[in-house]
């Protein structure tokens, strides 16, 4: 059962309730572990957090939580393209013929569907999709039949599970990505594990193609595409005396990105000084790692995401 803003919360737990954040709609998930927040706008994560502990989730203090835009922080879902369309394979390209091609694909600021929640135990499932794409006039260009699901599993760790279905008749070719803006104490005191020795893409540089050789640790404005990733990086951030993990399925590529200081100020809903606070690291199906589906398949991308106290094994 879903509560709605005016009814009474019952004081067991998990429960789940609907309530307004400015413009829209949200889910709040309580558990005895854990506060969830998701917008029907987009399926966008907006906070996750474990009583007592520091935000996983970054979400900004200048956030809008408008209809129809996307909200800066959390986790906004980049489908049926990351980024610029026009930077894309010529696969993915060729979906698109006509229509708005904005930044990050068609999905983030439109209503998605629930289509199932359920409590089992101490964990709480959520499940939203987009509309069928003949009924939504911002998704009307792509295949009839193509779908979208995000999977929201809430245990000791948040799972997120984003699996496109083709159903229509022809070939198909996305790209995609979970953008999730992670909170660090500083950015000064985060440290990017796990991929050392991979090559990327310097974004910044002409998409000259580069080598990391060692954990990264985010100086300047960084807006990077790594590849033939591993499942597993982490943030480790010795302010907060934290690591947190990103488990990675059905993706080898991530996008690094912080705006630093001069970008910062051409930010919708970004503080000046807010890149300190956040860096993202995307799950991603992008550039040569793209989703290729034909009629009747379906792939799925997720991530895990959990924090430990440093001290573990990195
Ligand atoms: O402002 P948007 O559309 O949410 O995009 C934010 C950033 O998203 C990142 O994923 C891109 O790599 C950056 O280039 C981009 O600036």
């Known amino acids: 059962m879903i509560f709605t803003e005016d009814q009474e919360v019952p004081a067991q737990l998990p429960h789940i309730q609907r309530i307004e954040v400015n413009q829209l709609y949200c889910l709040r998930v309580q558990t005895a572990r854990a506060e969830l927040l998701i917008a029907e706008q987009g399926a966008q994560v907006l906070r996750y957090q474990e009583h007592g502990q520091e935000p996983v989730i970054w979400m900004s203090e200048e956030a809008a939580f408008e209809a129809g835009n996307s909200v800066r922080g959390g986790i906004p879902v980049c489908w049926p393209w990351f980024g610029d369309l026009m930077r894309n394979p010529p696969q993915v390209q060729a979906l698109h013929s006509g229509g708005r091609l904005p930044a990050h694909g068609l999905v983030r600021g439109i209503e998605w569907i629930l289509v199932e929640n359920a409590i089992e135990g101490d964990s709480v499932r ?20 193509l779908e979208l699901r995000l999977e929201i599993l809430l245990d000791d760790r948040l799972h997120l599970k984003l699996t496109t279905s083709n159903g229509s008749e022809q070939h198909i070719a996305l790209s995609q990505a979970l953008h999730s803006y992670f909170a660090v104490s500083s950015i000064h005191n985060a440290t990017v594990e796990g991929l050392e020795g991979q090559r990327y893409i310097e974004t910044l540089e002409g998409w000259a193609e580069r080598q990391q050789k060692r954990a990264l640790v985010v100086s300047s404005e960084t807006d990077r595409i790594y590849l033939d990733l591993p499942p597993q990086l982490a943030i480790r951030d010795d302010g907060w005396n934290r690591r947190i ?27 000046d000084d807010a890149w300190q606070r956040m860096l993202c690291i995307e799950t991603a199906n992008v550039m040569d790692d793209l989703v290729e589906l034909a009629p009747g398949e379906e792939h799925s991308m997720g991530v895990a995401l959990w924090a430990e106290p440093l001290g573990g094994a990195a």
């Open 126 to 145: 959520l499940t939203l999709a987009i509309p069928p794409t003949s009924e939504s006039p911002s998704l009307r260009h792509l295949p009839p039949g």
């Open 245 to 271: 993990r990103i488990e990675a399925s059905g993706s080898t590529s991530a996008v690094v990105w912080n705006p630093w200081a001069s970008k910062a100020r051409r930010l919708s809903q970004f503080a």
